[in-house]
Nanobody, 128 residues
Framework: QVQLVESGGGLVQAGGSLRLSCAAS????????MGWYRQAPGKQRELVAA???????NYADSVKGRFTISRDNAKNTVHLQMNSLKPEDTAVYYC??????????????????????WGQGTQVTVSS
């Protein structure tokens, strides 16, 4: 079973930046598309960014141009650089397996291809 540990969240003012990290256990990491999901209070979890094993990326419209997803297959890590943060980006952020063509889709959905288990997530709070 894959274990996922997210870190890097915090409190930041609007317009600021944060860099999230996710460490994944297991040798299957390098062959899987990985993504960052987020869940705001009272809302469903949403896939906002995804990156294939070969480095192809896709983003939800709400974060396009502001967020950048990256990965290091040798270290089993995936990152999310978040710039120009807005109060509406406030959410708990999770990493998990994803379908690169399913950005914007709400979890749960068979089209998302997540592992079925989740880490604890990391809280991002953006103040206005």
């Amino acid at each position: 079973q894959v274990q996922l540990v997210e870190s890097g969240g915090g409190l930041v003012q609007a317009g600021g930046s944060l860099r999230l990290s996710c460490a994944a256990s297991g040798s299957i990491f390098s062959i899987n598309t990985m993504g960052w999901y987020r869940q705001a209070p009272g809302k469903q979890r949403e896939l906002v960014a995804a990156i294939t094993s070969g480095g192809n990326r896709n983003y939800a419209d709400s974060v396009k141009g502001r967020f950048t997803i990256s990965r290091d297959n040798a270290k089993n890590t995936v990152h999310l650089q978040m710039n120009s943060l807005k109060p509406e980006d406030t959410a708990v952020y999770y990493c998990n397996r994803a379908n690169v063509w399913s950005v914007g889709r709400l979890w749960p959905s068979t089209g998302l291809a997540d592992f079925g288990s989740w880490g604890q997530g990391t809280q991002v709070t953006v103040s206005s």
